[in-house]
């Protein structure tokens, strides 16, 4: 039974997931170097499949490797590059390597990526995702055909929180949930209110649905600007951005606002742990990690 | 000859008003009358993550959200209530062997609700 499920469903203990960064060059050694980074830290790690319409090393591929090393992987499937065949195939894949979570997303459209020109697919959207995911542990395809055994997967999805439409956001978890999904990640969320208002309506129409809200570590102003203007879906106050630009010391003040941000997250309503997410070279996860009361593993 | 016919027509009417895009399987009604298919990433059950904060598309800047524009209408537009309640309803996959067929024939023939053998939902018992 993958971690993720035994945590979420048998305990009530508090859940901690990182993004793992996209391998392009460097092989396993690579991998390795991010594996022992985060290894200490967390549950369970995402797979992610071509993020931001970026082209890396696949879904299944890299979920493997985060295996081989020991982590546990979250593996992505964004419905943007593959149609159901494909992704039918990549469920498999990841069944027949033993990973059990697989999250289902929309993902991020082709122009947000450096290869515009993209033929988009989106033949099936992240809800008729999750269910097919749900309808594979249940012994058969799609077409209806057998499955013996059916896998096991542990399905989860994303959502955005802070994004237009607000109430229908909540709805739309429901359906997600109803669908076949067990937890939600949120996308990176810099307003704490919508946050809580979505999180306590979320609890109260889909109590059973589990939420791990996104933090993300950043240094400066900096990441949070191009967040801001260039990532979908992604709005940052002026006043949070200002707050830490006029900082005498950027990083020490971004520090505490993600803190902050991540303390108030953990005291939501369905909310069971965080996602952690961060530009690769931030050396404030290990304090990062212990300002929220946890200890390094092993 | 009704066959060929009814394309045409089915489209003279309902590209002007709702940018009909043909998929053969019309699901204005649980969509607070707006088409999906005109949604660039054709979504059938809810807007994407990457809504911008003015409520506009994020491929298309200038356009508003299809799913807000959508979630607008179901809330404000009066409508019966059947239609509404299945604005939540999980859609299943587009068949994109209906494409380019009228929606009216495959509505009468129950065509457009022939879903994959394996396709089911929970609906609600989960």
Same mark, same amino acid.
């Given at each position: ?13 508090? $859940? ?10 460097? @092989?396993?050694?690579? +991998?390795?170097? %991010? ?10 790690? &995402? ?10 090393? %696949? ?5 493997? !490797? ?16 593959? &149609? ?13 390597? #033993? ?13 947000? @990526? ?14 008729? !995702? ?12 799609? %077409? ?13 999805? +994303? ?21 076949? !999904? ?33 933090? $993300?570590?950043?240094?400066? !102003? ?8 260039? +990532?979908? @879906? ?10 830490? %630009? ?46 929220? #009361? ?5 | 000859?009704?066959? =060929? ?8 009417? =309902? ?52 799913? /807000?524009? /959508?979630?607008?209408? =179901? ?52």
């Amino acid at each position: 039974m993958s971690v993720m499920r035994e945590k979420l469903e048998n305990t009530n203990e508090t $859940v901690f997931t990182a993004e793992f960064p996209s391998i392009d060059g460097g @092989g396993m050694a690579k +991998v390795e170097k %991010s594996a022992a980074r985060l290894a200490p830290w967390f549950d369970a790690v &995402n797979a992610t499949d071509n993020p931001a319409a970026h082209a890396h090393a %696949s879904n299944t591929s890299s979920a493997i !490797a985060m295996k081989m090393h020991g982590l546990e992987p979250i593996m992505q499937i964004v419905c943007r590059d593959k &149609n159901r065949l494909a992704i039918q195939a990549d469920m498999m894949g990841a069944a027949l390597h #033993g990973i059990e979570n697989i999250s289902l997303l929309t993902g991020d459209d082709v122009t947000a @990526g450096d290869e515009p020109e993209t033929r988009r697919v989106f033949d099936i959207d992240s809800t008729q !995702a999750i269910n097919i995911a749900r309808i594979l542990t249940t012994g058969t395809y799609l %077409s209806g055909r057998k499955i013996n055994p059916a896998p096991d997967f542990y399905i989860s999805a +994303v959502e955005n929180p802070a994004a237009p439409p607000f109430d229908y956001r909540i709805e739309r978890a429901l359906k997600k949930y109803r669908a076949g !999904a067990k937890y939600l990640q949120l996308q990176i969320c810099y307003h704490p209110d919508r946050l809580e208002k979505f999180c306590a309506g979320v609890a109260k129409i889909a109590p059973d649905l589990k939420l791990i809200p996104t933090i $993300v570590l950043v240094k400066s !102003a900096k990441p949070l600007g191009f967040m801001n203007d260039k +990532v979908p @879906g992604i709005d940052i106050p002026l006043d949070t951005i200002n707050r830490v %630009s006029a900082a005498s010391d950027q990083a020490d003040e971004a520090y505490k606002l993600t803190l902050e941000l991540a303390k108030h997250a953990l005291s939501l309503p369905a909310v069971r742990g965080l996602h952690v997410t961060d530009f690769r070279h931030d050396d404030s996860l290990d304090s990062f990690m212990y300002d929220l #009361g946890q200890k390094p593993r092993n | 000859m009704l066959k =060929k016919l009814l394309p045409f027509v089915e489209h003279a009417i =309902k590209k002007p008003v709702w940018d009909c895009r043909m998929c053969g399987q019309c699901v204005l009604h649980s969509t607070g009358m707006t088409c999906p298919m005109t949604c660039p990433k054709t979504l059938r059950n809810g807007p994407c993550g990457g809504v911008r904060e003015n409520g506009n598309c994020e491929v298309i800047p200038d356009m508003q959200c299809v799913w /807000a524009k /959508a979630y607008d209408r =179901k809330v404000s537009l009066p409508m019966p209530t059947v239609w509404k309640e299945h604005f939540n309803e999980l859609r299943p996959p587009v068949d994109m062997r209906l494409q380019g067929s009228s929606s009216w024939i495959n509505l009468l023939t129950k065509r457009d609700q022939q879903t994959p053998a394996g396709w089911s939902t929970t609906d609600g018992d989960h």
